[in-house]
Structures are given as C-alpha cells and as structure tokens.
C-alpha cells in the first residue's frame, strides 16, 4: 500500500532554515492525481495543517502562520514531497507528518479528509 516516510527533522536554533522530505515511490501508481500536505502536531495540542500542494496545477496553499517563510514544492515523478522552512520560531516545534490523497473537495485543513499519512519527523526550535 502507500508508504509515506519524512525525513530532514532536527533541532535547529530560530532563525535558520530546515528541509524536510516525504518520500512516497509508489503513490504514482496508486492515483492519477493526487494531493501532498504538510501537518504539525505539538504536545498536548491538536494536529493541525501546515501546507499542501495539488499535482493538476501545482495549486499551493498555506496557513497564515506559516505563509511567507514556509515552501512548500514535490516531484511528481518519483513522487517526493518538500517543505522548506525559513526563520524557523521556538512556535514552529512539533512532530512534523506528511499526508496524501485524492484530489476532492472540502478543506484541505481537516486531518480528517486524509487517507496516508507518514510516521512523522521531529522538528526542534530553540
């Protein structure tokens, strides 16, 4: 089935910049199209949306916390999705996930509406 696996998580003081990466070499074969995101979870709060990206027009979104300092980007081919991060903030520490599904309505925003989902990748601001 589809594997989700992120990596490039690590500690980092603010102010630098930290990539992370979803590896996902068979979600191709599985849709035609499809979408990516990024989700954080800190602890003891709600898992909550970061960024997401849709293979048709490479339409992107963003939270407004996030908006301006994070990118998000994926190769389709292999698939494999990104997320830059700049001028990471003590605020940005959480368990990082990568997410997939179908392109379909709703709010991309509800963790809900998500079908994969990776093991996670630790992100530490200080």
């Known amino acids: 089935h589809v594997q989700l696996v992120e990596s490039g998580g690590g500690s980092v003081q603010a102010g630098m910049t930290l990539n992370l990466s979803c590896a996902a070499p068979?979600?191709?074969?599985?849709?035609?199209?499809?979408?990516m995101g990024w989700f954080r979870q800190a602890p003891g709060e709600e898992r909550e949306a970061v960024a997401a990206?849709?293979?048709?027009?490479?339409?992107?979104y963003y939270v407004d916390s996030v908006k301006g300092r994070f990118s998000i980007s994926q190769d389709n081919a292999k698939p494999t999705l990104y997320l830059q991060m700049n001028a990471l903030r003590p605020e940005d520490t959480a368990m990082y996930y990568c997410?997939?599904?179908?392109?379909?309505?709703?709010?991309?925003?509800?963790?809900?509406?998500?079908?994969?989902w990776g093991q996670g990748t630790q992100v530490t601001v200080s």
């Open positions: 068979d979600l191709i074969h599985t849709y035609a199209q499809y979408c």
């Open positions: 997410a997939a599904d179908l392109v379909t309505g709703g709010d991309w925003r509800s963790v809900g509406l998500w079908s994969y």
């Open positions: 990206i849709t293979t048709g027009h490479g339409s992107r």
